[in-house]
Antibody, heavy 121, light 109 residues
C-alpha cells in the first residue's frame, strides 16, 4: 500500500520560514514525480510545487516562486518543501501528492493526510 | 492559467438519485488532462477519474466522467450514503499548468 506522511507544519510568524517533509512508502520512489498542494477554506485547492522523479525538474506556482523550494532525497524516499518569507496568505493545509509517473504530468493518484501551516500576522 | 468553474456549488439529493456535476474550463482542456476527486471532511482528496473518463483503481462503476474541450461532467448513477462529500475537478499537464475547480458539495436532501 502506498502511503505518504507529511510532517513539519506548525505556527510561524509572518516573514519566517518552515520546512515540510513527506515520507513515502510502498513505492519505488524515484519512479514518481511528487508535488505539494495546499488547501484553504477560502481559496480551495491550490497546486504549489512539483518535482520530477529524478529531481532534475522543478516547477512552482507563481504565488510561491522565489520563496518556496521543493526538493527530494530518493535515498530516503522523502520530498521536502522549504518555505521562506511566509505570508498570512500561505496559511493552509499542505498536502504531499504523488503523480502517476516520473514526470510532473498527470493527476495525483495518492495524497498524504496533510499538515497545517499557520502564519501569524 | 486555465480557470475551472464548477456548478452547482451545492447539490442536494436523496440516496438513490442520480447526480450530475459540471466543470467548465476557461480554455480548451485536452481530454486526457481532466481529473475528478472526492474529498470527505477531514480527509485528503481521493482520485476518482482521470483522462476525463477513466475510473481510478477501486472506484465503483456508479461513478462516470465525460466531456471534452471546455465542458466536463461527473455523474453518479445512484448516490450512496458514502458519496456525500465535496467533489473537485482538476486540469493537469506539464507543471505549472495545474488548476482545480472550487468544488461542488453533494449533500443529503
Amino acid at each position: 500500500e502506498v502511503q505518504l506522511l507529511e510532517s513539519g507544519g506548525g505556527l510561524v510568524q509572518r516573514g519566517g520560514s518552515l520546512r515540510l517533509s513527506c515520507a513515502a512508502s510502498g513505492i519505488n520512489f524515484k519512479d514518481y514525480g511528487m508535488s505539494w498542494v495546499r488547501q484553504t477554506p477560502g481559496k480551495g485547492l491550490e497546486w504549489v510545487a512539483g518535482i520530477s522523479g529524478s529531481g532534475g525538474s522543478t516547477y512552482y506556482a507563481d504565488s510561491v516562486k522565489g520563496r518556496f523550494t521543493i526538493s527530494r532525497d530518493n535515498s530516503k524516499n522523502t520530498v521536502s518543501l522549504q518555505m521562506n518569507s511566509l505570508r498570512a496568505e500561505d496559511t493552509a493545509v499542505y498536502f504531499c501528492a504523488k503523480f502517476e509517473a516520473a514526470s510532473t504530468l498527470g493527476p495525483f493518484d495518492t495524497w498524504g493526510q496533510g499538515t497545517l501551516v499557520t502564519v501569524s500576522s | 492559467e486555465i480557470v475551472l468553474t464548477q456548478s452547482p456549488d451545492t447539490l442536494s439529493l436523496s440516496p438513490g438519485e442520480r447526480a450530475t456535476l459540471s466543470c467548465r474550463a476557461s480554455q480548451r482542456v485536452a481530454s486526457t488532462y481532466l481529473a475528478w476527486y472526492q474529498q470527505k471532511s477531514g480527509q485528503a482528496p481521493r482520485l476518482l477519474i482521470s483522462g476525463a473518463s477513466t475510473r481510478a483503481t477501486g472506484i465503483p462503476d456508479r461513478f462516470s466522467g465525460s466531456g471534452s474541450g471546455t465542458d466536463f461532467s461527473l455523474s453518479i448513477s445512484r448516490v450512496e450514503p458514502e458519496d456525500f462529500a465535496v467533489y473537485f475537478c482538476q486540469q493537469y499537464g506539464t507543471s505549472p499548468s495545474i488548476t482545480f475547480g472550487q468544488g461542488t458539495r453533494l449533500e443529503i436532501k
